[in-house]
Nanobody, 131 residues
Framework: QVQLVESGGGLVQPGGSLRLSCAASGFTLDYYAIGWFRQAPGKEREGVSC????????YYADSVKGRFTISRDSANNMVYLQMNSLKPEDTAVYYC????????????????????????WGQGTQVTVSS
């Protein structure tokens, strides 16, 4: 079975940094597109960043571009989201997700409403940015 487990969330001050980890089991993530999504109270789930299964191409939401970096560690079957210069509006539950991309690009997969481009999801990890 496909399993994804997020970790690394917590409380951080504005301007601080945090690294989220997504551990995959039951599949080899090299064949899957991986996405990081977030959902704040009262808001829809949105795609933050996604990475391709093939050429390593990435997508970032405009709100996080230049601050967040997504990466793979194939040897350990993990994906990371390095978050720098955090802002209060980054506060949300963050989820990692995986799916076979087929002919879809990561941009298309990441921008689908409600994270519809991904079929497997982790349980989420809370990120709170506050003074």
């Amino acid at each position: 079975q496909v399993q994804l487990v997020e970790s690394g969330g917590g409380l951080v001050q504005p301007g601080g940094s945090l690294r989220l980890s997504c551990a995959a089991s039951g599949f080899t993530l090299d064949y899957y597109a991986i996405g990081w999504f977030r959902q704040a109270p009262g808001k829809e789930r949105e795609g933050v960043s996604c990475i391709s299964s093939s050429d390593g191409s990435t997508y970032y939401a405009d709100s996080v571009k230049g601050r967040f970096t997504i990466s793979r560690d194939s040897a350990n079957n993990m994906v990371y989201l390095q978050m720098n210069s955090l802002k209060p509006e980054d506060t949300a539950v963050y989820y990692c997700a995986a799916d076979l991309p087929y002919i879809r690009t990561v941009k298309v997969m990441c921008r689908m409403k409600h994270g519809g481009g991904f079929g497997s999801w982790g349980q989420g990890t809370q990120v709170t940015v506050s003074s």
